[in-house]
């Protein structure tokens, strides 16, 4: 398989910071796209790899899967977009597209394993796949995604991880104008949580333990703010929502979202990968008919639904767009919950 070297940022190990390297990029093969990079969002995701925070990582590992970029290449039988065109990419380069998942549109659920943009298995060159803190990324047609033309691109970027994961469980429970929803965590899933049900004419809740983001959720769109560490202010909302999506990073305690949720309600965990602690208790689960679930991302046809929604109404992400010489600073910062609220590299800053 022929190849092409590209410069690029990542890591060679868990504890080592970000720096400039160099990658292989596959030739364009006939359904391929290739994009010169222009924004590239940093979604927690990208520090939990780089740091290995789930196991798996292989190094060198070059994170971020919020891409936004020009069409640089096409091969022969791309129709989707012609050279010139901008386009964006998020977290799914790759996926069988024969699976009862793929037929059905959900390639991120794929039973044969879809391939991450990033710390993913790239079937062509045999390697891990690359992400998007780079010059420029080849991806099948399928996984390019058409942009809006009327919103700004680099805000446009995070709608591509931090959008779509916080979409695709807001259509899957069939969030509406008659809908009480609920928010855990103000970051870059959380506040394009807020924005997307606001957009969808549901009453959105922000919980949150930084009273100092209260001011920005309500002008993002929240309805109201509740404390998560304040038990008082826990229980004024005792029964109230219909959905709840925790995009908490960490390890936290669910147990007292649940006493928020209504009879049928769902809390949906996008944020935290693992076991949870304390115990969760089924008590209110069984007396409330409650579900626990959790969601990834979206597939590509509802990734495209997101981006023309927002193209409609108008949404795009807060961005403070960074120099890709910044980036360890900028995990440092997500570390501290200080991002408002999404970072978004000027990938011309690689040149
Ligand atoms: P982020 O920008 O860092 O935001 C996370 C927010 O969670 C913080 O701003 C903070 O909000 C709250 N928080 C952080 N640490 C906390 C703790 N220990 N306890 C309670 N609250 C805490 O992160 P993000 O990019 O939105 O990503 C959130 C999580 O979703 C990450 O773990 C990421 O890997 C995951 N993710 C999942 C999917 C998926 O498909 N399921 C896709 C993308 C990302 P407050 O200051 O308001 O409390
Ligand atoms: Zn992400």
């Given at each position: 398989m022929n190849k092409f070297e590209v410069k690029a940022f990542g890591t060679q190990a868990a504890d080592a910071p970000l720096k400039q390297m160099n990658i292989n990029r596959r030739e364009v093969l006939a359904e391929d796209i290739e994009i010169e990079i222009m924004y590239c969002g940093v979604c927690h995701s990208d520090l939990h790899t780089a740091r290995n925070d789930w196991g798996g990582t292989v190094y060198p590992a070059v994170p971020g899967h919020e891409i936004i970029g020009k069409v640089t290449r096409v091969g022969s039988g791309v129709t989707k977009v012609k050279v010139g065109d901008f386009a964006g990419v998020g977290c799914l380069v790759d996926s069988c597209g024969e699976c009862e998942s793929c037929k059905h549109d959900l390639e991120q659920y794929c039973s044969?394993?879809?391939?991450?943009?990033?710390?993913?298995?790239?079937?062509?060159?045999?390697?891990?796949?690359?992400?998007?803190?780079?010059?420029?990324?080849?991806?099948?047609?399928?996984?390019?995604?058409?942009?809006?033309?009327?919103?700004?691109?680099?805000?446009?970027?995070?709608?591509?991880?931090?959008?779509?994961?916080?979409?695709?469980?807001?259509?899957?429970?069939?969030?509406?104008?008659?809908?009480?929803?609920?928010?855990?965590?103000?970051?870059?899933?959380?506040?394009?949580?807020?924005?997307?049900?606001?957009?969808?004419?549901?009453?959105?809740?922000?919980?949150?333990?930084?009273?100092?983001?209260?001011?920005?959720?309500?002008?993002?769109?929240?309805?109201?703010?509740?404390?998560?560490?304040?038990?008082?202010?826990?229980?004024?909302?005792?029964?109230?929502?219909?959905?709840?999506?925790?995009?908490?990073?960490?390890?936290?305690?669910?147990?007292?979202?649940?006493?928020?949720?209504?009879?049928?309600?769902?809390?949906?965990?996008?944020?935290?990968?693992?076991?949870?602690?304390?115990?969760?208790?089924?008590?209110?689960l069984i007396l409330g008919r409650k579900s626990v679930a959790g969601s990834l991302i979206g597939g590509i046809a509802e990734t495209q639904e997101m981006l023309d929604f927002c193209g409609k109404h108008n949404i795009v992400s807060e961005i403070e767009v960074i120099k890709i010489q910044e980036i360890n600073e900028a995990y440092e910062r997500m570390l501290k919950s200080d991002v408002r609220y999404r970072f978004v590299i000027d990938m011309a800053s690689l040149k």
């Open positions: 044969n394993g879809w391939t991450g943009t990033y710390n993913g298995k790239d079937k062509h060159l045999g390697t891990r796949t690359y992400g998007g803190y780079s010059e420029k990324i080849v991806v099948d047609e399928h996984f390019v995604l058409k942009v809006p033309a009327n919103l700004n691109l680099a805000a446009v970027a995070p709608l591509l991880c931090a959008g779509i994961t916080t979409w695709s469980p807001l259509r899957h429970w069939g969030v509406g104008a008659n809908s009480k929803v609920a928010v855990v965590g103000l970051g870059g899933l959380g506040h394009m949580a807020i924005k997307l049900a606001k957009g969808l004419g549901a009453e959105v809740t922000l919980f949150s333990r930084t009273p100092d983001k209260m001011k920005d959720a309500l002008e993002l769109g929240a309805d109201a703010v509740v404390i998560s560490t304040d038990a008082d202010h826990m229980k004024s909302v005792t029964g109230k929502f219909d959905l709840i999506i925790d995009t908490v990073p960490y390890i936290h305690d669910i147990n007292p979202y649940i006493s928020t949720l209504n009879v049928s309600g769902t809390i949906v965990i996008v944020g935290f990968l693992g076991g949870l602690e304390p115990l969760l208790s089924t008590v209110p």
